[in-house]
Structure formats: structure tokens, C-alpha cells
């Protein structure tokens, strides 16, 4: 527990580093605690260390955790299944995986119905890789386009990117360079439900790059959490399950 407030410090330091080289400042970048696997008090620690925005990408993480988590706002980052909108419309701020009409439109008619405007990313694969969800760096204007047309109760504040991975992270900034600038082609559209206030883009291992090239908001879970243990986990939800945690 303490090595999370320590890891923050030193994730911090490498935020504010990577922005003022660059000529901005570390409080432009926002932090989000990337927080999959990990239990409630892992998180509360984290938050009582400052962290003020947390990512999760399994729905049924958001769910077991919601309530034993001390008040923060809350990112969908992962992969986001239709049937399952439902279950998180209420609890998260943002989801930052938006990569289809399809599911827009479920977004856009759960929020409806609970009389909100939900604020969401578009996901750009920008490798065009198999292995990840998101539309093209070129697609992603075709899409942002119709979600402002045909979805009342979304609001669009920015785009999201997973770069590939690379030995060397520094490989991964031309697709990087590329998001940003589809970015701030698409931020020149005026519209009321069009508000590009966060460009998603840098993990544990790619942070420095992305906020070099542009980003502004950053998820980073083994860096503050350390590596997860997915066997672990699985073995610790079984017990739960069975009743012996
Ligand atoms: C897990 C995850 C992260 C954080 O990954 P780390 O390498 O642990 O920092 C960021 N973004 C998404 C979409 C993730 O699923």
C-alpha cells in the first residue's frame, strides 16, 4: 500500500517532466488510475494519495467495486459490449470506448432514460491492429459526425487511442502524432454536443511519448499499482464467490 502513494509521486514527476519539456504544464494533464484487478482498499489508498479519476475495463469490475469506493470519477475504458450499457449508465462520467454507431445509439438511449447526457471518447485503433477495438484514425470523423446527428443524450469530448506495442515506446509516437492531429481537425467543429476537452492517449509504458505528442490525458495502471496478477485475481473472485473472502 505504501509503494501506491510512492509509485503515484514518481508517476506524477514523470507526467509534470514529459509536459514542461514540451512546453506545458503537468496540472494539463490529467491522471487516471487504471485500477483493473485491483481491490477497493488498493483504491481507496490510491485516492486518499490524490487520485481523483480512476479507469476500469470490465463492466463487472465497475459493479463489484462501485460501492466500496470512495467518491472519484470514474472512466470506462475497456471494451464496451451493448447488452452491458446498462448496467454502468449511471455510475461511470465518461466511457472512452465509443467505436460504433451501434453501440452510440444504445449509450444514447440509456441515458435518455435516465435523464442524463453521457460524456464519451471515440476510440481510435490507430495501428488498424486486429488484437484492438476502436475505428481508423481517418474513421473516426465519419463517426463523430454521425453520433452529433442521430444521439441526443451524447455529449463528445474528445478522442481515445491504445497504441501498438513497441519495444521501444518511442516507435509508437507517429501514431500518436496522427490521433492528435485528427483531434485538433475535429475540435474545429461547432456544434453543442461537441466539446474536445481530452485526447486519451499513453499507458504505463508510453506515457512520456503521448503527452509529447499531445495528450492530455493519461491512463496508467502498473505504474501506480504495480503488475497485475490476473491468475490471482481470478483465484481471489472464485473464493469470493464461494464465500470464504
Ligand atoms: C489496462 C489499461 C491501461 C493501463 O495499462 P498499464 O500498462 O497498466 O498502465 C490503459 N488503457 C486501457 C484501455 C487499459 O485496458
Known sequence: MEDI??????????????????????????????????????????????????GENKVQEIMDKFDAVKPVRWHMIG????????????????????DSMKLAKEIDKRAAQHGKVMDILVQINPADEESKFGVTTEGAGELVKEILENCENIRIKGLMSVAPIKEDPRDVKPYFDGVKAQFDELSKIEHPRLDFEFLSMGMSGDFPVAIEAGSNLVRVGSAIFGERDYVQYRKDQEAKKNGNA
Open 5 to 54: 502513494k510512492k509509485n503515484l509521486e514518481t508517476v506524477k514527476g514523470k507526467i509534470t517532466e514529459a509536459a514542461e519539456g514540451c512546453g506545458r504544464k503537468g496540472s494539463d494533464v490529467l491522471l487516471v488510475a487504471v485500477s483493473k484487478t485491483r481491490t477497493p482498499e488498493e483504491i481507496n489508498t490510491a485516492i486518499d494519495a490524490g487520485v481523483t479519476d480512476i
Open 79 to 98: 471494451h464496451l459490449q451493448t447488452n452491458k450499457v446498462k448496467y454502468i449508465i449511471d455510475k461511470v462520467d465518461i466511457i472512452h470506448s465509443v
